[in-house]
């Protein structure tokens, strides 16, 4: 590898499969398995590459509102990949998670994440997980609501206690790509993103290669990260 250092958490914003869809002309659903195809083969390359953590945005709460026959067909992708395709991730030794809200998810989604889970949950050589049916701002309504359950008194609340009621317990995120060239976070991650970099190529989802995750990783090791100090 040309670089020295890769992030210990890493987030990518999967974005543009439908546009690269509709630029051949083809159905959005398209762009959305080509999308996944395409991810399976880049996280066994960020493995490989040893990034431990990685996050990726699979599906917003918002993404709820689109047509129903794409909505249907995610819904039928992730349940393939989680029970099938993802499988080599248990092999390289990683663990998968996911973030989200359970609720509206169909019922075969569900199962498929728990049996991902609990298929890789022994796995130690890197983590990955899944925001699926995931909002930030729903993540920390979702963590205020488990402390306020807990019956945690307002003095020992800290940054700690809030941290340890997330969807999961995770590192701070380094670097994050969203493709695509949309310049947003749309709502991933926000507590977690705190002091992460971001970087926007704008190469659509399913033409985002190998060779593109090391120029990625060239930006990521140029940039100067100085956590507000200076
Ligand atoms: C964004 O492209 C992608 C999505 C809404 C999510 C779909 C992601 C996958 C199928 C990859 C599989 C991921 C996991 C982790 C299971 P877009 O539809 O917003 O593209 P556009 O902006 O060009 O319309």
């Known amino acids: 590898m040309r670089n020295e250092k ?9 974005d543009g499969n439908g546009r690269w869809a509709e630029k051949r002309g083809l159905n959005r659903s398209l762009g959305h398995k080509e ?6 083969k880049l996280l066994l ?8 953590y990685v996050s990726i945005y699979a599906f917003s709460t918002e993404n709820f509102k689109r047509e129903k026959s794409e909505v249907d067909f995610l819904m039928n992708l992730f ?10 991730l248990k092999e390289k030794g990683v663990k998968v998670v996911f973030s989200g809200r359970r609720d509206p998810l169909p019922k075969k989604v569900l199962k498929s994440m728990d049996f991902l889970e609990e298929e890789t949950k022994e796995q130690k050589n890197g983590v990955l997980n899944i925001c699926l049916n995931y909002g930030g701002q729903y993540e920390l309504v979702d963590a205020v609501k488990k402390i306020v359950e807990k019956g945690i008194k307002q003095e020992e609340i800290t940054k700690e206690v809030l941290e340890e009621n997330l969807y999961q317990t995770l590192p701070p995120l380094d670097f994050i790509i969203r493709t695509s060239g949309e310049m947003r976070s749309s709502n991933f991650m926000i507590y977690q993103s705190a002091y992460a970099e971001y970087y926007f190529p704008d190469t659509l989802f399913p ?24």
């Open 207 to 230: 033409d985002f290669h190998e060779e593109d995750f090391d120029r990625a990783m060239d930006v990521y090791n140029k940039r100067n990260r100085r956590f507000g100090g200076n």
């Open 6 to 14: 890769v992030p210990n958490h890493l987030g990518i914003i999967v």
């Open 45 to 52: 390359y960020i493995y490989d590459k040893k990034v431990p």
């Open 79 to 88: 349940v393939t990949l989680f029970t099938k395709e993802f499988l080599t």
């Open 35 to 40: 999308g996944a195809d395409n991810l399976k």
